[in-house]
DNA sequence: TCCAAATCTAGAACGTGTTTCAATAATCAT
DNA sequence: ATGATTATTGAAACACGTTCTAGATTTGGA
């Protein structure tokens, strides 16, 4: 995978290439949403060419979920730093997960963008899906284990993390086509997390 | 919303017209997935103009989605009147999805089609979407029910059933993707009917 | 430094979802 | 039955993701 977190290859002018096609797209979804992303959009907010942009990114999805990629991978940096608060697993897996919800619907046009793009995607981008779903694995998880650092995650607790996943994933989608308020997602999320974590 | 269930307005000549689109839209996603799903194709399979294809359904999504909604109708019709088998909720839960599921995974094009419809429908598909999801959540009930058909489900049984069907739904979405192996799907929903009816 | 290979650019072109339009056909109220 | 309204048709046109091409530019090794 072409992600974030590897040393980006390549010279300094493909990897500023590179960041200014990123922001571009953050830029362009923050301001209109999946639709707003259009290819030549980006390529010219980037100051790239066309072609040049599909060398890099293979396709638009490509482009979104790298993306939403490196806005996770900030996320969990920033929550990795913090200690959760809250005394029971529940209170703190809401805590991360009510917080990050927040954030994004803070910026609802961004959201629907990366959301969109990773529902859209197929085997080829796996490697970036799976890259997102180790971020927020890893946020869920510390958020059940709590101050115990240490403690390692049993088959259980990955289970629950992936149904709790699944639901957030699930909720945030049903919010972002529209089809369901904001309140919701969180709601929907600490129904299922009560249900779980028990 | 113009769903399967109500009686289909219009004259004879509209409902036979509305049919034949339906029925080629479900060839089409049969034999070559979302993508042979293209709104030309269907109109001549169906033997009507691109533009009346349009006035009957504003858009592909539109078109796919109702057509899922028509198979969810005939699916939850079957099962509605066959005894679910099973000692516990558990057991019951895993018979239908397994079921479905495996049924599901022998049209794999079909079934990519319309779960990605499914996936992108906006808020302007609320009611089509609303309608499938009625049926799956009347199947995963009366499956938690079992024999006692006259127990009114509880807020808890409610609760449980929203978060199955997200499982449900985002394991398949995976595997629709291409992203996981058919096995994975039914082996994610029991992990997380085992964690949730315990 | 110089050459070959790789990369980048500008722009045309293609495919498919969607819109539009003028002409024709069907339906319905009187 | 007739005129008005509505639905259907066929075809063109548009938008945006994607592909392709030919020529410039940059890069990296001898």
Chains 1, 2 share one sequence.
């Not at 797209?25 to 790239?48: C, E, K, P």
């Not at 890099?56 to 969990?76: D, N």
């Not at 619907?105 to 959201?111: A, D, S």
């Not at 403690?151 to 945030?172: G, K, N, Y």
Request: no cysteine; hydrophobic share 40%.
């Amino acid at each position: 995978m072409t992600s974030v977190t590897e040393a980006t290859p390549g010279s300094n002018a493909q990897r500023e290439r590179r960041r200014r096609i990123l922001d571009a797209t953050i830029a362009l979804a923050d301001s209109g949403g999946f639709d707003a992303v259009q290819m030549r959009a980006v390529a010219d907010n980037a100051d790239v060419a066309l072609g040049t942009l599909y060398r890099y990114f293979p396709s638009k999805i490509h482009l979104l979920v790298t993306a939403l990629g490196r806005q996770f991978e900030r996320a969990e940096e920033q929550s990795r730093n913090r200690q959760v608060p809250g005394d029971t697993a529940h209170e703190r897996v809401m805590y991360i997960l009510g917080h990050t919800t927040t954030a994004l619907q803070k910026q609802p046009e961004l959201t629907e963008a990366l959301t969109r793009a990773f529902m859209f995607a197929d085997a080829s981008v796996a490697d970036e899906i799976h890259f997102v779903g180790m971020k927020l694995t890893a946020m869920i998880t510390r958020a059940i284990d709590g101050t115990d650092e240490n403690r390692e995650p049993t088959e259980e607790d990955t289970a629950i993390v992936r149904v709790i996943s699944d639901v957030w994933f699930t909720a945030l989608m049903g919010w972002v086509t529209g089809r369901t308020q904001a309140e919701d997602v969180t709601k929907s999320v600490d129904v299922a997390v009560r249900l779980l974590l028990r």
